[in-house]
Structures are given as C-alpha cells and as structure tokens.
C-alpha cells in the first residue's frame, strides 16, 4: 500500500513536470520547420533565378553572334555589291586634290586613262519585210563602244566614249493628200561600220560652293534615260518617245554644263546646259545658227536604306529654223524612278519603277504642233543572275499631232558575269500610221553584250 502510493505520488510528480517541458517544447518545433520551409524557398527562387540568369546569357551570347554575322554579311555585300552611293550623297569636294605621292617611275602610271570595250551584238526577227532598208531578220553587231577615262591633272578628269556601229541613215518625208491627210515614209539606207564620237568631255573637279562643270561632247540631262548609254540599257533598246523625238541615238551634243550640288538634307542637284541646236528632230538640225538652253533639276528621297525615291524635271527650248526664235521648240520633261534593294540581299532582290514624260511645243509654218509621249518601265531582279522587266510606250510623232505609237514590251536578263549578259526581249507596236507597210510590228532580240577592261559606273 505504501509503495503503491509512492509510486502514484511518482507518476504524478513526473506527469506534472512533463506536461510543462513539453508546452515548451512544442513551439521551439513549429519554428524549426517554418525555418525549414522559408529556407527551402529561398532555394528554390535561387535555383529559378540562376536558371532564368543562365538563360538570359546564352540568349544574349546568341545575339552578339547573329549581330555579328549580320555584320560580317553586310560587310561581303557592301564590298561585292556595285552600288554607288557615294556618287548619290557626296560630290568631290571643293579643295584643291591632292595627287597620290608617287616615285618618277610610277607618275605616269597614274595619269594613264583606264580603257574598256563594250561589244553589243543582236539576233533579230521582225514581222515587217524590210528587205535591207531597215534591220530585218538578222544578226547585227550592233555597236562596239570604248571607252577612255582618267584623271588629266589634280584639277580635272576627262571622259572619252567612241562607238563604232552599223548605221541606218533614216530620211523622213512628208506627203499631202488633200487638205486634212498627211503620211510619213521612212526610207532607211544600210552602211558599213562607221565611228561616232558620242562623249568626249573634260569635267572640272575642284570648284567651289558645290558646283561642278563639264565641257565637250556629252549626252543631255534631259529625263533619266537620256544619259545612258545603249549597252546600260534595262531594255534592248531606247524608248519610243526617245527615238521619235531625239531620234535612234537620243539627245547629246557639243556645249558646256553647269551643275549645283545643294547644301539640303536630301539631295538636290541643279544642272544648267547650253548647246547646239542640232538636233533633227526636235531643233534645227543642220541648218542650225543658234543654241539650245536647258535646266534640270533632280531629287532623289531615302526613305529607308533599301528604299529611294528620284523625282526630277527637266525644261530646254532652241529656235527650230535657220533663225534665232522665231519657230521655236519648247520641250519639258518629267521622271520618276522608285528603287527597291534591301542591303542583307542586295545580290539577289530588286525593284526599279521608272516612268518618263514628255512634252513638246513646237512652231512650224503650218502652225503648233503640240505633242507628248511617255514610257512607263518596271524592273525586278528575283536571284543573283535574273531580271525580268516589262514596258509600256505611248508616244506621237514631233510633227504629226495625229500620228501615234503604242509599244507593249518584256524582257527576261541573265548576268552571266559582271562582264557578260544574255537578254531575251519581245516587243509590240501598235501604229496608226497610213502607210500599210509601217503598221503593227512584233519583235524578237536574243542580245549578247560583253566587256573588256574596267568601266566606270552609271549614274544612280
């Protein structure tokens, strides 16, 4: 009995000191694992945020290798490409040039011209019969063209294009048949090869205020397409509105030029040229006693830097008679050329847009001829190698308001090389002439150019 009640005195005693330490212990437990958990967080956003860091880090890493291919791909096209910007923005400078030093062995080297030939060959079908009087269905080594070019001394340049071609001498008569009815006849008479100076110009380099001059023989400011040349052609051949109205070779001539390169954002360009009034079928021609004056201004817009946008306008008058203005010939003319060419693929994609109009008012005995014409041009290159481009033509005669042309045309190019190009090109011309044999024609051209040595590049 005593030791019962000990041992329950025991049991109670422990059961009262137990009860407290384990109140005790109960918080000391919960707190540990809440440490547990908030330490486990912890982890766990640390592990998200090394992950997410890791990842910002290969994606950044993956950027600096496409910027930097980009880069490196920008630069081989830059390099490979042969678009000339500099000659759109930037003008030589109005300072005195300074020649490259050179030892007494090398001085001529330098002023030595660079010479180029440029050889244009075509086979041809017509649906006209034209029995040797005009091309007919043929091959024709159509012009050999060389070229001279250099700098004269640290002061000017000059620039000498000679061409050797077939000529087809064209003679243009007028008939009357009654009061209202007029007919025009072509009579054309084959020659051999002969030589034609077309440009020989000297160009003054280091004028001040941005001016720049060239005197000699060149080809007008007239529009875009004037100043081509035949083998930089899009096209086989030029225009109809260039051919009736400045005829097969366009508008070039002995004179002087003045041009004025504006201090604007965009660019700007005033040119001013005086020159013979020899021009057949426009002017005077060979009775000529005067001069021809003509302005043109042009524009050219960046939008982006595979987007441009040239605008221009262009104004020449001359006395078209033996006199100094009393029949005159007033000519405008209007261009609008829209290119395309994105810089990471400017090998292998363009776009040229190009449309031309003109103008003319021109004084005879019978009283103003007042006609116009045009030519609307679209080019898309769609691989390194390939252009197609169609066009279309309107264009009525200098002298007949009532006589008119309407040329429907596709070409298809492939750049062999930078040297060599192959064109396909089909054209249709629809006339309302009164002569049957000059009416409807269709055309076919297989075109072969080539080129021997450098040449300098065209105008943007």
Same mark, same amino acid.
């Given at each position: ?5 000990? @041992? ?17 212990? !109960? ?7 809440? =440490? ?21 880090? =290969? ?19 830059? @390099? ?7 000659? %759109? ?6 300072? %005195? ?42 091959? %024709? ?13 640290? +002061? ?6 000679? !061409? =050797? ?34 440009? !020989?110009? *000297? ?26 040349? *035949? ?6 051949? &030029? ?6 109205? +400045? ?13 004025? =390169? ?6 700007? $360009? ?17 009775? &000529? ?16 830097? @595979? ?81 197609? !481009? ?5 264009? $009525? ?7 008119? $042309? ?7 190019? +492939? ?5 060599? +190009? ?36 065209? $105008?943007?």
């Amino acid at each position: 009995m005593h030791m019962r009640v000990c @041992a329950m005195l025991f049991f109670a005693v422990t059961l009262l000191v137990s009860v407290p330490c384990r109140a005790e212990d !109960a918080p000391a437990g919960s707190e540990m694992q809440a =440490l547990r958990e908030q330490m486990e967080t912890l982890r766990k956003d640390f592990e998200q945020l090394q992950q997410r860091y890791e990842r910002d880090v =290969l994606d950044l890493q993956g950027r600096v290798r496409e910027l930097s291919d980009e880069l490196a791909e920008r630069r081989t096209i830059e @390099a490979e490409s042969e678009t000339v910007y500099e000659d %759109i923005y930037e003008r030589a400078p109005a300072v %005195i040039y300074q020649a490259p030093q050179v030892s007494g062995q090398g001085l001529g080297q330098v002023f030595n011209p660079d010479v180029s030939v440029i050889g244009d060959v075509l086979a041809q079908y017509t649906s006209h019969e034209n029995e040797g009087d005009k091309p007919d269905d043929e091959f %024709i080594f159509r012009e050999l063209e060389i070229n001279f070019s250099g700098l004269l001394d640290p +002061f000017a340049r000059a620039d000498v294009v000679v !061409a =050797l071609h077939k000529e087809f001498e064209h003679e243009v008569e007028e008939e009357h048949e009654g009061e209202h009815e007029e007919s025009v006849r072509g009579h054309s008479h084959e020659h051999d090869f002969a030589i034609h100076i077309e440009e !020989a110009y *000297l160009t003054a380099l280091t004028l001040p205020y941005g001016l720049q001059a060239r005197v000699g023989r060149m080809r007008e400011r007239f529009g875009k397409i004037n100043t081509v040349h *035949l083998h930089a052609l899009p096209w086989v051949d &030029y225009p109809l509105v260039v051919k009736n109205y +400045f005829g097969h070779e366009g508008l070039m001539g002995d004179g002087a030029e003045v041009s004025w =390169l504006a201090p604007t954002q965009h660019y700007l $360009e005033l040119s001013y040229e005086v020159f013979n009034n020899d021009n057949n079928s426009v002017f005077a021609g060979e009775d &000529y006693d005067d001069f021809a004056h003509l302005l043109h201004a042009k524009n050219l817009l960046e939008f982006s830097d @595979a987007t441009t946008l040239e605008f221009g306008g262009t104004v020449a008058t001359a006395p078209n008679d033996d006199g100094h203005g009393g029949s005159r010939t007033w000519l405008e003319g209007i261009d609008l050329t829209f290119k395309w060419r994105p810089l990471q693929e400017a090998l292998y994609k363009s776009l040229t847009w190009q449309t031309e109009a003109l103008f003319s008012q021109k004084d005879t005995d019978e009283g103003d001829r007042d006609t116009w014409g045009l030519y609307s041009s679209l080019e898309h290159q769609f691989a390194r190698r390939w252009k197609a !481009a169609a066009r279309y033509d309107y264009s $009525e005669l200098p002298d007949f308001e009532n006589l008119r $042309e309407h040329g429907y045309s596709a070409y298809l190019t +492939f750049a062999q090389s930078e040297y060599v +190009f192959w064109r396909f090109g089909y054209m249709f011309v629809d006339r309302n002439f009164p002569d049957p044999e000059q009416e409807d024609e269709h055309v076919l051209w297989l075109q072969c150019n080539f080129g021997l040595g450098p040449h300098r590049a065209h $105008e943007y």
